[in-house]
């Protein structure tokens, strides 16, 4: 995630220049660590009359709750989901003051031309390639459910030495095997 966790061990050594400090105005408590949890914790004291201030190393807050870039592709590297609040709790306030509060969560759509929208394996988004998604679809379906093998190996489908060499083939290269269209390696690539 970009987290520099060797700079401790550097700045302890002496490999790590510093720059001089600088004066900074009086605090009450000093929160180390901009994640959701430090930024929560900071806004609740601030708004109990505390002056707070946030140390954090990476160069914006966030920790696992920002989101970083891939092509033109913006994606969460932290939680895909937030639990939902109990009604009236701290926690549903919160969600409410950072603009979180009712954000619909995803289950199955994909994000075409600035929309989610259900059925992507059925050529929704892209019917040019609906009867290649389907294939590969069922193809998926049937190796998940009915093929791979339980643990330990109990397997009559195929050959543990069929199966060692599937599990060790790289995605992409299945992904030319099954002849996926680009659509589809594009979805992958933005998932994994």
Same mark, same amino acid.
């Given at each position: 995630m970009g987290d520099d966790f060797g700079a401790g061990h550097r700045l302890r050594d002496g490999l790590l *220049?510093? !720059? +001089?400090?600088?004066?900074?105005?009086?605090v009450d408590v000093i929160v180390v660590g901009g994640g959701?949890?430090?930024?929560?914790?900071?806004l609740l004291l601030a708004d109990r009359g505390s002056r707070v201030r946030v140390l954090e190393q990476a160069a914006e807050p966030g920790g696992n709750a920002k989101s970083v870039a891939w092509g033109d592709l913006t994606y969460?590297?932290?939680?895909?989901?937030?639990? *939902?609040? !109990? +009604?009236g709790s701290r926690l549903a306030e919160l969600y409410q003051r950072v603009g979180i509060a009712g954000v619909k969560?995803?289950?199955?759509?994909?994000l075409?031309?600035?929309?989610?929208?259900?059925?992507?394996?059925?050529?929704?988004t892209h019917p040019d390639a609906a009867a290649d998604l389907a294939r590969i679809r069922d193809a998926w379906t049937e190796l998940l459910e009915r093929r791979y093998p339980a643990i330990p190996w109990?397997?009559?489908?195929w050959s543990r030495s069929e199966f060692e060499r599937a599990d060790q083939?790289?995605?992409?290269?299945?992904?030319e095997?099954?002849?996926?269209?680009?659509?589809?390696?594009?979805?992958?690539?933005?998932?994994c």
């Amino acid at each position: 995630m970009g987290d520099d966790f060797g700079a401790g061990h550097r700045l302890r050594d002496g490999l790590l *220049a510093l !720059e +001089p400090a600088s004066r900074t105005p009086e605090v009450d408590v000093i929160v180390v660590g901009g994640g959701i949890s430090g930024l929560a914790t900071a806004l609740l004291l601030a708004d109990r009359g505390s002056r707070v201030r946030v140390l954090e190393q990476a160069a914006e807050p966030g920790g696992n709750a920002k989101s970083v870039a891939w092509g033109d592709l913006t994606y969460a590297i932290g939680a895909a989901y937030f639990a *939902a609040p !109990e +009604p009236g709790s701290r926690l549903a306030e919160l969600y409410q003051r950072v603009g979180i509060a009712g954000v619909k969560v995803p289950k199955g759509e994909v994000l075409h031309d600035g929309q989610l929208r259900h059925g992507f394996w059925d050529g929704a988004t892209h019917p040019d390639a609906a009867a290649d998604l389907a294939r590969i679809r069922d193809a998926w379906t049937e190796l998940l459910e009915r093929r791979y093998p339980a643990i330990p190996w109990d397997s009559e489908s195929w050959s543990r030495s069929e199966f060692e060499r599937a599990d060790q083939m790289p995605f992409d290269r299945l992904l030319e095997d099954l002849h996926a269209p680009p659509v589809l390696k594009r979805f992958c690539e933005h998932y994994c």
